[in-house]
């Protein structure tokens, strides 16, 4: 093994180690009494159940990042690579099918190992705590189509960064960053249109009275929306949520099913709010942003190692490519991305309390906020007492607790 190789197992081990230890800091940090705040709507079996939910899960976690860490650490080492780079180029195409030849079978043997872990999720633990309302046949459904986009989407990204790699020097760093820009931007107006409806089914949601107020509300805010969607989220799980997504005239704000089943015409109000605000207050343009320097980032440092001789001794490979050096420098980019993901996640949950803010700020009734808040935490079940380093380095939402504490600094400027 040279240098290149210990230096990626060890960033590796690294980061398996610190999520590692953050995992076992959450699980020490749960706390048996029922936080006062929640008193009345967590009875102590379900809370118990969340807990015994949140230690599942955690378990699970720490046996699939374990068992994957290993696999890769095997597959560098006996020189897995350099096995399918053969193989790939063995059949004598240009370089650009020989690496989507290459791209594609590992990212193939990657999903299928994937498929008992997922089956084990959905089927045994959230089965296990009454969430799992997915079949076999939307589950395998799910799959393929997820393989189809990926195969088409990333093939054509993949191929793209391989051709500008090829043909334009040092400056092809910079004109693949501007491509796969404009690709994703182009990607954000079409997904809600075309691809979100290949996995469920968006129909307008009824007149009727919860219309009627988050209508008033987008017009007192002047906030123009292609659609308000109800999603049916009740087809996989009985978990509830609501999202945004989409720019212009392909704008919507959706709403699960299973949420609009268990609250308040009020409080869905206040979650669309909430929603809203991410949007009047610029999240949905400084996220992009932040992406896009993190991409361009990336790409600038791609193209110092994409070629290198010791970059690909690391992974035992006889023949240097493109192709290849772009996957082994996401190996080499990892500490990169594990710091990325951090601040994203910093900035993220000050968006969150941001948002929070304008939702009570201008709907004006932060109760029902608070209520909203509470019930999606039991009917998710939340973990109430996350371990603050687990909330550092993978929270993108604050604490259910220290939103509802930041909401509270605000009723006395306004009656419920």
């Not at 994703?184 to 075309?194: H, Q």
């Not at 609250?263 to 605000?277: D, F, K, P, W």
Request: glycine share 6%; aromatic share 18%.
């Amino acid at each position: 093994m040279n240098i290149y190789t210990i230096v990626i197992i060890s960033f590796m081990l690294c980061v398996w180690i610190i999520e590692t230890a953050t995992d076992l800091l959450n699980l020490k940090n749960i706390s048996d009494e029922i936080p006062q705040e929640f008193e009345g709507y967590f009875d102590a079996q379900k809370y118990k159940t969340s807990q015994d939910y949140l230690k599942t899960n955690t378990v699970f976690s720490l046996f699939y990042s374990s068992f994957f860490l290993i696999l890769q650490i095997i597959f560098i080492v006996c020189g897995g690579f350099n096995f399918v780079d053969v193989f790939a180029r063995s059949f004598g195409f240009n370089e650009i099918l020989t690496g989507l030849i290459f791209a594609g079978l590992l990212m193939f043997a990657v999903e299928v190992l994937k498929i008992p872990f997922s089956a084990y999720s959905i089927f045994v633990i959230e089965e296990k705590f009454g969430f799992n309302k997915t079949t076999a046949k939307t589950f395998i459904l799910d799959i393929l189509k997820s393989w189809l986009i990926a195969g088409i989407i990333g093939g054509a990204v993949f191929s793209l960064m391989i051709w500008f790699f090829l043909h334009f020097g040092s400056l092809a760093w910079l004109y693949a960053f501007a491509a796969v820009t404009v690709f994703e931007l182009l990607l954000t107006f079409v997904y809600p249109v075309l691809i979100m409806p290949l996995f469920n089914k968006y129909t307008p949601l009824e007149d009727g009275e919860l219309k009627n107020s988050v209508e008033n509300y987008a017009r007192q805010e002047n906030f123009k929306m292609k659609g308000l969607f109800k999603m049916d989220g009740s087809k996989r799980s009985t978990k509830t949520n609501a999202f945004f997504t989409g720019f212009g005239k392909f704008r919507r704000i959706v709403l699960f099913d299973t949420l609009i089943q268990k609250h308040s015409v009020s409080e869905l109000t206040n979650i669309l709010a909430h929603e809203m605000g991410h949007f009047k207050l610029g999240h949905i343009r400084k996220g992009l942003f932040f992406s896009l320097i993190n991409a361009a980032f990336m790409f600038f440092l791609l193209s110092f190692f994409i070629n290198s001789p010791f970059l690909f001794e690391a992974f035992f490979m006889q023949n240097i490519s493109v192709y290849a050096g772009i996957i082994f420098f996401g190996f080499l980019y990892s500490p990169v991305s594990f710091i990325t993901e951090i601040l994203s996640n910093i900035i993220s949950r000050r968006h969150e309390y941001a948002a929070d803010n304008y939702a009570v700020r201008t709907y004006k009734k932060p109760l029902d906020m608070i209520n909203a808040l509470k019930k999606l935490s039991v009917d998710n079940l939340s973990n109430l007492s996350p371990h603050k380093f687990k909330v550092f380095l993978e929270y993108s939402h604050p604490p259910m607790l220290e939103r509802i504490s930041a909401i509270r600094r605000k009723t006395d400027k306004f009656k419920n």
